[in-house]
């Protein structure tokens, strides 16, 4: 990959070697003030659900993180307690899991529509090219995959941060992203 300035903005390519590596890709996700999608992709296994967790533990939530693969959605309203955010407002955050999903127009029946409209609403979308026909276009895609199984690296993961034209309008920058 060439090392231009607009790739090291909007695109960027970690290794994972640890939960703890894991932890601290969340830490510098929920750092980002997104709103809108982000679209995680992977294997089963790729560690989509974990950095999930993380990245919602890092965003404050302090109870447990379930899967939404049998529910397609859980909701959280975490309390903005942030250095920058101190004024106890609520960040709505969605995590969803469409690996079930049979037929995209599913989420209509179940309002799904009403996460991705609400305002300041960070809906993070496991599966989702499942139903990328109904979605709009997300802020960030973010694709796990494992690394081959060789040595100590038997459990890396390789993560591509990638921003969407949407995502580099907001100015977002992923060039400080680092493990």
Known sequence: MPNSTT?????????????????????????????GSVWLAGDLGAGKTTLTRYWLQALGHTGAVKSPTYTLVEPYSIEQNSIEKKDGSIKPVYHADLYRLQDPEELSFIGFDEYLDEPNALVIIEWASRADSYLPPPILFIDMTQANSSGKDKESRHVELRLSKAGQAQGLNLSSFKI
């Open 7 to 35: 790739e090291d903005k909007n695109v960027k390519t970690l290794t994972l070697y640890s939960e703890d590596d894991t932890q601290r890709l969340a830490a510098q996700l929920a750092a980002l003030p997104l709103t």
